[in-house]
């Protein structure tokens, strides 16, 4: 079963920096797009970015201070997070098209 496994979480103040990556496990063939989403306390769960085809789109804010990659030959996709505010804290997820959700990885961001 083809299963998404979240990491690199964790708490950060504001203005910190954070990598996250998401492994995909299990056997896969052809992964067209990948994208991360968050899910903050009371709200509902909204796209961040997405990279597909060698191109990548960013969601509002995040432009400028999140970057979306991947590395096609380990099914990994990162997102490099930075100027973080607490208004970023959330529960972080990557998505592929038909694959379940994963567990997510918690950022936490202090003022």
């Known amino acids: 079963q083809v299963q998404l496994v979240e990491s690199g979480g964790g708490s950060v103040q504001a203005g910190g920096s954070l990598r996250l990556s998401c492994t995909v496990s299990?056997?896969?063939?052809?992964?067209?797009?990948m994208a991360w989403y968050r899910q903050a306390p009371g709200e509902q769960r909204e796209l961040v970015a997405y990279?597909?085809?060698?191109?990548?789109n960013y969601e509002g804010s995040f432009k400028g201070r999140f970057i979306v990659s991947r590395d096609n030959a380990d099914n990994t996709v990162y997102l490099q997070m930075n100027s973080l505010q607490p208004e970023d804290t959330a529960v972080y997820y990557c998505?592929?098209?038909?694959?379940?959700w994963g567990q997510g990885t918690q950022v936490t961001v202090s003022s």
């Open positions: 998505k592929i098209p038909e694959i379940p």
């Open positions: 299990g056997r896969i063939f052809n992964i067209n797009s």
């Open positions: 990279i597909a085809s060698g191109f990548t």
